[in-house]
């Protein structure tokens, strides 16, 4: 269904506005750090309305042990060959440049973030060592949220419904996020006159200076949950709508309970809470044929409106948040006219050696939503060419771009591949379905 792309509330200027310099405050001892998590923590439990926790311990570790964590913390959310794929996929499709070291931007990005991190395992709260104290208070507060959030919800049923589809996984992950920023903000708005007022100002801009330089398939995927998380949870569609700063009790429990099952509940919170629109994805199936000897497939998955919104976007826009198009707060819209009408969709991947192939099915609202969609998708027909010739490397191997209508008139068929050799083609076409190869 066609609806109203997001915006940005002016509450959110502030992750694009360099702060004034200011002196640098002192910085924490360990046992100031314990005291002010147990009040903190405290305060929290009360804005929530739950039961008092055990305290959560608290750590001062260096920078550098911090980027250590935030790589452990991926390291148990997925696997090696997991994001491999996923990194074929995003240059399949032309998201990020091949020569782009999507893996140490992505850490950047997330260390420069960052200032305190919690660990579920271990049931504590890292701090940045020489974080100021303001800052380190506003940090600390959002983990602590988060961590009374796993203490008091089955996440593991909630990870365990979400599987390992990219969709059905950032819905979830903004539901968390979303959930901590709610609780924590409510926190920062009853303490904010004790708070230094650049203390959210410096939190924000150091995300902000690295995301000036990434993909956007980078910087969209960490900001954006906690953004569209929040706004979830206050049954809010669009982001001018003035903050309330909390979610419902009942409301937190339900969406936990039965989280929502893609992305596309996330951009338009009525088709998960309004039962007169809930909106379901379409299940889409793939039935690959026998494929060539040494072939398999590397990866199904289901990427949902908010990555067909980021290919749907013109790939000049795809940067850092300096080269988006327009300004900053712009490119803080999710979602587009050719990314609403999603209904869902499946890719899988196949290679062999550095041989790929992926073939990606969308299904639409309206069969007008498809050709919209499949209009704007042939303007990127060249951008997706050359993608797939940097990545064939060798001569005499064949690669190409193949966009077409499905079995359905609501359905497009995309298919990507590259350094195939020219004898598996029939091969392959036979098991996925395309043709009109090149060689590189």
Not at 95 to 114: E, G, I, K, T
Not at 245 to 264: C, L, N, Y
């Amino acid at each position: 269904m066609k609806r109203t792309p997001l915006a940005a509330s002016a509450s959110l200027m502030l992750v694009f506005q360099s702060p004034p310099a200011v002196p640098v405050p002192s910085t924490w001892t360990l046992a100031e750090l314990e005291a002010a998590a147990r009040t903190i923590q405290r305060e929290l439990e009360v804005l929530r309305g739950t039961q008092p926790a055990p305290p959560f311990a608290v750590a001062l570790v260096s920078a550098d042990r911090m980027r250590e964590l935030v790589d452990q913390q991926q390291a148990r959310t997925t696997t090696p060959e997991r994001l491999a794929a996923d990194l074929d996929v995003a240059r399949m499709l032309g998201l990020v440049p091949h020569d782009c070291d999507v893996a140490a931007v992505a850490q950047r990005l997330a260390s420069a973030r960052a200032f305190a991190l919690y660990d579920e395992p271990t049931r504590t709260v890292r701090v940045r060592e020489r974080c100021p104290v303001a800052l380190a208070k506003v940090a600390l507060a959002r983990e602590l949220a988060r961590a009374l959030d796993a203490a008091n919800i089955d996440l593991a049923n909630a990870r365990e419904k979400a599987g390992t589809d990219t969709d059905a996984c950032l819905a979830l992950r903004a539901l968390v996020d979303g959930s901590a920023a709610l609780l924590a903000d409510r926190w920062q708005k009853a303490h904010a006159e004790a708070l230094d007022a650049e203390s959210e100002r410096e939190l924000a801009e150091a995300a902000r200076q690295e995301a000036q330089d990434s993909p956007a398939w980078v910087w969209r995927s960490a900001i954006a949950p906690a953004l569209l998380g929040a706004r979830f949870l206050e049954r809010q569609d669009d982001w001018l709508t003035d903050q309330t700063g909390s979610a419902r009790a009942g409301d937190i429990a339900r969406a936990f309970g039965e989280p929502p099952r893609s992305m596309e509940m996330m951009l338009h919170p009525g088709a998960y809470w309004d039962e007169r629109r809930f909106d379901p994805p379409t299940k889409v199936g793939y039935e690959v044929a026998e494929l060539p000897v040494g072939w398999r497939v590397l990866r199904e998955d289901t990427l949902g409106e908010f990555v067909c919104a980021l290919v749907a976007t013109s790939p000049d826009s795809r940067g850092g948040l300096r080269n988006a198009t327009g300004s900053a707060l712009d490119a803080l819209h999710f979602t587009n006219e050719a990314a609403t009408g999603w209904d869902g969709d499946r890719l899988v991947l196949v290679g062999r050696e550095q041989a790929r192939v992926l073939q990606w099915t969308t299904v639409w609202d309206r069969q007008a939503d498809a050709d919209e969609f499949l209009a704007v998708l042939s303007k990127q027909f060249d951008h997706l060419e050359r993608s797939v010739e940097h990545l064939t490397g060798e001569r005499d191997l064949a690669y190409g771009v193949v966009m077409q209508p499905g079995a359905r008139s609501d359905e497009i068929v995309l298919t990507v591949f590259h350094g195939v050799p020219h004898a598996e083609l029939s091969a392959l076409s036979n098991a996925l379905g395309f043709y009109r190869p090149k060689t590189h």
